[in-house]
């Protein structure tokens, strides 16, 4: 053997050893976590499906309730208990919620009308397929001591109630939106017309802002998942340049690609602003907001809104996909039946559950398994009445060992 082979061979030895002392040590790592798993006991289960659900440990007598349930196979039971816990509805939704209610999608904002709207909607098991139509709204229950009433211009309300440490899985009381402000009932459209929305979504721009953040929130897309260049453009508003940088090919390859299809949704939300001065809601039947018209003449024949009208091109072409409902017109009047398109899609179904199993499970659904608990989850939520807190049992019940 010359000096040179000798050479070479030293190092591969030793990468040889390197890698089999990794491998081993890997392997000793594997076993080790596979028999903490294979260990976890009941009790363990029980307790971990309180804390995914409730952040915080459970007593000793709800701990043995659950550790009961765990045992006889009723996990789901089990985590029906931790949600009585008021940590669920106080801290648990409470973050779930809150980045959908602003345009930083921040979990640390007050708490808003929006944000308490879901906590009493997943706590009453409202199906949760009315979120974007419903004339409803929650509020504190009257005559909680240094809790001012609810105000359409004011989120006062929802902060006393927050820093007052108020237990909202006991206070929180549902009331008709339309009883609450000055919308009439056909104006309502679940947490889309609450004033939080309002003042993220309808302040200032065009209008389209609250259709994108309530895809990003509620169908899990951007525009950018939804763009297609195939649809026809006749919807898309007059501010559009149809070559802008005097290149129409840079339309027909990109502005379309989101207008086509964004321009004809949110012309549900022809009626609505919000007023920067007397910090509320607007709506004005019949009267299509100015903001519609802004630089009409950047493409004078684009479309013009002369009402609440609203199309759902994405039924055609790629974005069939999203599973649109079949038993509906795909168009409208207003922004209730427009959320109601929404929410009755799949994509919609789809999106509740994912965020769920992100939040009990504190990791996105990855392999195989996930995804099939996952699709076995939006069709017992679709097919049960679209009951949420039955979505965070199943996810608490299938991540009880993680
Ligand atoms: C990825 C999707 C997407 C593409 C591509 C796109 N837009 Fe938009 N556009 C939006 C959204 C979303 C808004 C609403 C923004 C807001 O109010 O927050 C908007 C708003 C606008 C507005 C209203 C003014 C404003 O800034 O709010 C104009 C004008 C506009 N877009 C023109 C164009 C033109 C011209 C193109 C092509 C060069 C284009 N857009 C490409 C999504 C898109």
């Not at 009790?43 to 915080?56: C, F, Q, T, Y």
């Not at 055609?316 to 996909?321: D, I, K, R, Y």
Request: hydrophobic share 40%; with cysteine; glycine share 6%.
């Amino acid at each position: 053997m010359t000096a040179g082979m000798h050479d070479l061979r030293k190092p591969l030895e030793s990468t040889g050893k390197t890698l089999s002392t990794v491998v081993s040590a890997i392997a000793l790592l594997c076993t080790l976590v596979l028999s903490v798993q294979a260990f976890a006991s009941p009790r363990d289960e029980a307790r971990r499906i309180h804390d995914r659900l409730a952040g915080v440990p459970p007593s000793a007598a709800t701990l043995d309730q659950m550790e009961g349930l765990v045992r006889n196979g009723d996990a789901i039971g089990a985590a029906y208990i931790a949600m009585e816990n008021r940590a669920f509805y106080d801290v648990t939704l409470k973050n779930w919620a809150a980045p959908w209610t602003n345009r930083e999608e921040d979990v640390f904002v007050p708490l808003n009308d929006y944000i308490a709207t879901v906590i009493g909607m997943v706590r009453d098991d409202v199906p949760f397929n009315q979120l974007l139509s419903a004339d409803i709204i929650y509020v504190g229950r009257d005559g909680l001591q240094g809790v001012p009433a609810f105000s359409m211009t004011s989120n006062a309300h929802y902060e006393a109630l927050e820093n007052r440490n108020i237990n909202l899985m006991e206070n929180l009381v549902q009331r008709p939106q339309s009883a609450m402000t000055d919308l009439p009932p056909e104006a309502t459209a679940g947490v889309m017309t609450t004033r939080a929305a309002a003042e993220a979504f309808f302040i200032a721009g065009t209008n389209r802002a609250m259709l994108r953040f309530t895809l990003m929130a509620h169908m899990c897309r951007d525009l950018e998942q939804v763009a297609d260049t195939s649809l026809s453009p006749d919807w898309i508003r007059q501010d559009v340049s149809r070559s802008p940088g005097g290149d129409s090919r840079l339309f027909l390859n990109n502005c379309v690609s989101c207008h086509t299809g964004m321009d004809p949704l949110a012309g549900a939300y022809a009626y609505y602003d919000w007023d920067e001065s007397a910090r509320r809601i607007v709506y004005s039947p019949g009267q299509v907001r100015s903001k519609y018209f802004n630089n009409a003449d950047t493409f004078p024949q684009g479309f013009v809104t002369t009402d609440a009208s609203w199309a759902n091109y994405w039924r055609e072409g790629q974005n069939a996909l999203l599973g649109w409902d079949p038993g509906r017109p795909g168009q409208g009047y207003g922004a209730k039946s427009m959320g109601e398109e929404l929410a009755n899609s799949e994509a919609f179904a789809q999106c509740q559950v994912e965020k769920v199993f992100q939040t009990v499970c504190l990791r996105p659904p990855s392999d195989a398994a996930d995804r099939q608990q996952v699709s076995s989850m939006v069709t017992s939520f679709r097919g049960g009445n679209y009951r949420m807190r039955q979505v965070f049992a199943e996810a608490a019940a299938y991540c009880r060992a993680d």
